[in-house]
């Protein structure tokens, strides 16, 4: 290997001129032109014929702006493979078209002097599909990818690799592999109509950072089925008038209302007293569990079926009725008391 030293030999270079292999210069040496790089490229049965390159079947490529990249067609593998580029994955095959700014083509593929080279400029795209203009699926997905930051979404490394970033724009799919810890405030989507998919279990809460400010759900977008343990709320739980559901026990520290029936198949237990809604007002103490009905002598209310009292009945004011006529049940095991 030759070494220049531009301080002694001050050499220089013009006209072009193609290398195989490496080149040192040594420290304040400029090189200035252009530089080709030739890439070996082989065809391959890899679940079908692919094209290798670079130790690896179909792999991304990296280019640089300024640079020209030849692929080397001579080995005989290539034989009926012409290399061509594409915006189009998979090219012509893909609906395609093979892309030819600052493309050259040269040989036959499979023969000494084959090639298809490539000189990056800035008006080359940032990402290139590489196919077979004979043969669909040949590159597969892979890339000739522009050493630009509009193709930072495709930048890969290992487990232990560290970066940082002041901003991160990305356009297009990105794929993630292993931990993400994201720091500060993210906003996901700018619209209604975007969306989120989550596939695996959360790990942790799920807490607004503002109190009572934001909602599940909407008036018009509702959750199917929610699945919850306990359910602790400071306000209003409500349904519409054709809501349906069930509760294993429901515990409320305040009032309940309800604007329609509410229908129970086990017991109603009260630990102080129940209250129908003609009572007013109440001005006397009642033991726990009592029920009151009404509470003046014009207030009626109606039994369908059997009652079946296994305390006292106690008649304050009034009388009880069956179908229209005026009963006093004393053969029955309870006693009816009637007061003043």
């Known amino acids: 290997m030759a070494l220049l030293d531009s301080k002694q030999l001050n050499p220089r270079l013009t006209g072009s001129f193609t290398l195989s292999g490496s080149l040192t210069t040594q420290k304040d040496t400029r090189l200035v032109g ?61 609906g395609g078209s093979a892309y030819s700014t600052g493309v050259t083509v040269n040989g036959t593929p499979g023969q000494g002097d084959a090639y298809t080279e490539i000189n990056v400029t800035k008006v080359t795209p940032n990402n290139l599909y590489y196919y077979c203009t004979n043969h669909s699926g040949m590159g597969n997905d892979a890339l000739i990818l522009k050493n630009d930051f509009l193709n ?10 560290t970066a940082s970033f002041g901003h991160l724009n990305v356009v297009g799919n990105t794929n993630l592999v292993g931990d993400l810890t994201l720091g500060g405030n993210i906003q996901i989507g700018n619209a209604d109509t975007d969306s989120i998919t989550i596939t695996s279990d959360l790990t942790s809460n799920l807490t607004p950072n503002v109190d009572s400010t934001y909602d599940i759900g909407s008036s018009t977008k509702y959750w199917r089925n929610a699945y919850i343990d306990t359910l602790t709320t400071t306000g209003n739980v409500s349904g519409s008038s054709t809501s349906t559901g069930s509760f294993g026990r429901i515990q409320s ?16 237990t009260a630990q102080k007293y129940i209250v129908s809604s003609s009572v007013t007002y109440m ?13 003046d002598s014009d207030d009626n209310h109606r039994f369908t079926g059997s009652l079946r009292v296994t305390g006292s009945l106690n008649v304050d004011k009034g009388r009880i009725f069956e179908q229209g006529t005026s009963v006093i049940d004393h053969a029955t095991a309870m006693a009816i008391v009637f007061g003043g």
């Open 152 to 161: 930072l979404h495709l930048i890969s490394g290992s487990s232990v690799s």
């Open 253 to 268: 520290g305040g009032d309940i209302y309800s604007y329609g029936n509410i229908t129970t198949e086990g017991n109603i």
């Open 283 to 295: 001005t006397q103490s009642f033991s726990s569990g009592s029920t009151i009905f009404g509470d």
């Open 34 to 94: 252009n530089i080709t790089e030739i890439i070996k490229v082989t065809v391959v049965s890899d679940g079908g014929n692919k094209y290798a390159f670079e130790g690896a079947t179909a792999p991304d490529f990296t280019v640089d702006e300024g640079k020209t990249y030849r692929f080397d067609l001579s080995d005989s593998s290539n034989g009926t493979h012409p290399f061509r580029f594409s915006i189009t994955e998979n090219g012509t095959h893909g």
